[in-house]
């Protein structure tokens, strides 16, 4: 049976209704099944089959499948970020008292509040304005842990209670890549767990201030030519060279590898990155890496190229599909220290990847981007040179210009995180580069101070991914997957619209990035004029995007729920649609 085969699926469902030996077997459930089909590998536990979160990946998963006494699905899914780390039964229990709560007071798991906010305390001042009492956060924990007590309680005298049997064998034994793990956690450990349900408290949260990690950077024009010397200090001997096809034809890759040559280095070169890399691409390159015996990553050009080596070290580094390392499923954790040197050549001012952890890679089959995360995909090192940035065409000067100026808005007013004035004056800064010296990259791409400007802001913006974005890239994401307009205009256009949109809640700090760009207290007047200067139109219309379609681009950015929970105004479709016609 196939995925999405209705067919079988109706065929199978006949079975059940017809009650059918086969059909009886399957009403009772995977492991039924798996006996009467003479499996005895069965990725089951008390009789729930387990899904998507295999314990061998994370050990506080395959504890609560071996604990819940509440259905563990939707609780696996808690500590599913949670690592390999040790004391996963006080991982696991203080997961499913925080679901046996949003299960006790019908709140929806998926709406858990992020930052400092506490869920208990969320949801006790939601009883207390519904009931007119005063519901404390101690409160809502005891009533959770009480509803476990009596589902426990409930357990002891059902089937599902009396099924003792432990975790399938193959789950300890049989390691799992890439982290080639098993599960560990002792039986003792598990039986023990609901020890500690009548004094577990909620840990009160420490928040410290944390600085982004950067990779070490060699900065200024010329910086280039120490290129060889760099990679011999890091003990590399023969990198693979990653670019796409116009940077070859510019001769950007063969300037790489000469200079490799003249330090006494042998190199090879893939050079058919493109923008948004897929993950066929990157197996691509993956696979003349391992034959031609490479052991470090280069990528110069644009963000394509510099997301696509993050992507090409784990591909080389760990068995199995790319899209297990999707950070949506756990992928960071599965991410360790053993890829390969990593060293970014920007040619471009925009993505700033070249000073980040994150790489974006398209799964064709899905027909979806997904990020690579992990702090071991920073780049070991990034050469940053100006001089490489010279032969940027106005476009292509306004486009990575304008993506870079959209990180560092959108950082500054983020609600991702709170206070940080370490990423605050990035931002400042950045946006005071951007308003001196775009313009003048643009109208004469030789100035090398002006792109020197422009490098750095493209570096700044690139670690103000980290503190996160907002309604501009929610808006840029559809229009450039649907209707194929550059990354960095479509931006721009989101730009517009989250300052439309956010222009009361976030007054103050606009009027901060007004002045910083254009010495002003009007952003939105600001960013007009620059648009203007650098010829570039706000109108859908004039990038392919009818009138007729809004509506469905609108449901479109509603959806990109990652960067609208942390737009500082609250959005909905409604007040989307009428963003974009007023564009």
């Known amino acids: 049976m196939k995925a999405g085969d209705v067919q079988s699926a109706i065929k199978l469902l006949t079975e059940i209704e017809q009650g059918t030996e086969l059909g009886t077997y399957l009403g009772n459930g995977v492991v039924r099944t798996a006996k009467y089909l003479g499996i005895d590998r069965v990725p089951a536990i008390k009789g729930q089959a387990i899904?998507?979160?295999?314990?061998?990946?994370?050990?506080?998963?395959?504890?609560?499948?071996?604990t819940s006494p509440m259905g563990a699905d939707h609780t696996a899914g808690l500590t599913y970020r949670a690592g390999l780390s040790k004391n996963q039964a006080k991982n696991s229990l203080r997961t499913q008292v925080k679901a046996s709560a949003c299960d006790t007071f019908g709140y929806c798991l998926n709406a858990l509040p992020g930052g400092k906010a506490s869920f208990y305390e969320v949801v006790a001042k939601l009883l207390s304005a519904r009931y007119g009492d005063d519901v404390r956060h101690d409160d809502v924990v005891e009533m959770s842990k009480q509803s476990l007590k009596d589902m426990l309680k409930f357990n002891e005298g059902a089937e599902f209670g009396k099924n003792k049997e432990p975790l399938p064998k193959f789950v300890r034994e049989e390691a799992l890549g890439p982290t080639k793990h098993t599960f560990d956690v002792s039986e003792e450990e598990i039986n023990k767990m609901w020890d500690g349900l009548d004094a577990f408290r909620e840990p009160t949260k420490i928040w410290e201030m944390r600085l982004p990690k950067i990779p070490e950077l060699l900065i200024g024009p010329g910086v280039f030519r120490q290129l060889g010397a760099a990679v011999k200090?890091?003990?590399?001997?023969?990198?693979?060279?990653?670019?796409?096809?116009?940077t070859k034809r510019l001769g950007r890759t063969d300037a790489v590898r000469e200079i490799l040559k003249k330090a006494g280095l042998d190199s090879a070169e893939f050079c058919e990155m493109v923008a948004d890399p897929p993950v066929?691409?990157?197996?691509?390159?993956?696979?003349?890496?391992?034959?031609?015996?490479?052991?470090?990553?280069?990528?110069?050009?644009?963000?394509?190229?510099?997301?696509?080596v993050k992507g090409i070290a784990v591909e080389v580094t760990y068995p199995g599909p790319l899209t297990e390392f999707d950070v949506n499923v756990g992928g960071a954790a599965k991410i360790g220290p053993e890829v390969p040197p990593i060293i970014c050549i920007p040619t471009t001012s925009g993505t700033g990847s070249e000073a980040n952890m994150f790489g974006v890679i398209t799964d064709e089959v899905r027909n979806v981007k997904f990020p690579?995360?992990?702090?071991?995909?920073?780049?070991?090192?990034s050469i940053i040179?100006?001089?490489?940035?010279?032969?940027?065409?106005?476009?292509i000067t306004a486009d990575t210009g304008l993506d870079a100026?959209?990180?560092?808005?959108e950082g500054y007013v983020t609600t991702a995180l709170d206070y940080n004035p370490?990423?605050?004056?990035?931002?400042?800064?950045?946006v005071k580069l951007i308003g001196q010296s775009l313009r003048k990259a643009y109208n004469n791409p030789n100035d090398i101070t002006a792109r020197w400007d422009m490098c750095m802001a493209a570096m700044f913006g690139g670690v103000l991914v980290g503190k996160g974005l907002g309604l501009a890239h929610a808006v840029a994401h559809p229009l450039g997957a649907h209707y194929h307009i550059s990354h960095g205009r479509a931006v721009a256009i989101g730009m517009l619209c989250a300052v439309r949109a956010n222009k009361k809640t976030c007054e103050e700090?606009?009027?901060?990035?007004?002045?910083?760009?254009?010495?002003?207290?009007?952003?939105?007047?600001?960013?007009?004029?620059?648009?203007?200067?650098?010829?570039f139109s706000v109108k859908l219309e004039d990038h392919g995007v009818p009138r007729e379609d809004f509506k469905k681009v609108a449901f479109l950015i509603s959806r990109e729920v990652g960067n609208i929970a942390t737009n500082p105004a609250v959005m909905d479709e409604n007040k989307i649609l009428k963003l974009l016609e007023e564009l």
């Open 51 to 66: 899904p998507g979160h295999d314990p061998r990946a994370v050990k506080g998963t395959g504890m609560t499948y071996a």
């Open 233 to 246: 200090k890091l003990g590399c001997k023969k990198p693979l060279v990653v670019s796409g096809s116009t």
């Open 280 to 308: 066929s691409v990157v197996e691509k390159a993956g696979v003349i890496y391992k034959k031609e015996g490479c052991d470090c990553l280069i990528g110069v050009g644009g963000g394509s190229a510099m997301d696509g």
């Open 372 to 381: 690579l995360v992990s702090e071991h995909l920073l780049p070991t090192l």
């Open 385 to 395: 040179d100006p001089e490489q940035c010279a032969s940027m065409p106005k476009s």
């Open 405 to 409: 100026l959209s990180h560092l808005v």
């Open 422 to 430: 370490y990423y605050d004056a990035l931002a400042l800064y950045g």
């Open 509 to 535: 700090k606009y009027k901060d990035l007004a002045w910083a760009l254009a010495r002003t207290d009007n952003l939105e007047q600001a960013l007009l004029d620059l648009f203007r200067d650098l010829q």
